[in-house]
């Protein structure tokens, strides 16, 4: 069985740096399932939804659902 390697910190921003964009569209398309998903929980009635998002790489969709929402 061959080891998992772990990675530190720096490392991980490095080879996300590297790594390129996502698939053009991918973000939008998690964004607006999240949305859909947000949009039934709230009902019929439009209830507040916050949205947070962390500094990570899913900033992007959570803003991709608050522009949907």
């Known amino acids: 069985m061959a ?3 772990i990675y ?3 490392q991980i921003r ?3 740096a590297t790594a390129g964009a996502p ?3 991918l973000m939008q398309r998690a964004g607006r399932a ?7 929980l709230a009902g ?3 209830k507040d939804v916050l949205v947070l998002a962390g500094p990570g790489n ?3 969709e959570a803003f991709a659902l608050a522009a949907d929402l």
């Open 23 to 25: 698939e053009p569209g």
């Open 3 to 5: 080891a998992t390697p």
């Open 58 to 60: 899913s900033g992007g």
């Open 14 to 16: 490095r080879i996300e």
């Open 34 to 40: 999240a949305a859909e998903l947000a949009a039934r």
């Open 8 to 10: 530190t910190t720096e």
């Open 44 to 46: 019929e009635r439009g």
